[in-house]
């Protein structure tokens, strides 16, 4: 399992949101007094990109958009993370492993149907 902690853009660890995935979901948790934990089946995910401004490379961070078919999450970032070529290399092979786990391809995702698919 991996796990981080979103930083500042000056890299440090000052922030209450935390970034973690198993073999089969990722996690965002957030907040201090009033929590909040979200959460996407990583066959969801359709795509990855990494952006990576220059104050985040001097930093040695980097941005992960992540498109998803998630109902509740959408498109989403995963913000300011350290190593994050390879964060972005181990979350696509996790991908791959669970689409071709519950026998799921990219066409499934063409068109915008309710079709639900968590119960394969």
Not at 40 to 54: C, G, H, P
């Amino acid at each position: 399992m991996w796990r981080a902690r979103k930083r500042l853009w000056c890299g440090l660890p000052w922030t209450f949101t935390v970034y973690s995935f198993d073999d089969e979901r990722l996690f965002v948790d957030s907040g201090i007094l009033n929590k909040r934990q979200d959460e996407v089946r990583l066959y969801r995910i359709q795509d990855l990109t990494v952006t990576r401004s220059l104050i985040q490379r001097i930093f040695g961070l980097g941005t992960i958009h992540l498109s998803t078919k998630d109902k509740t999450m959408g498109n989403f970032d995963l913000i300011n993370l350290k190593d994050v070529m390879d964060v972005k290399e181990d979350l696509s092979r996790k991908v791959e492993t669970q689409r071709d786990k519950k026998r799921v391809s990219v066409r499934e995702f063409i068109g915008d149907d309710d079709t639900d698919i968590d119960d394969m």
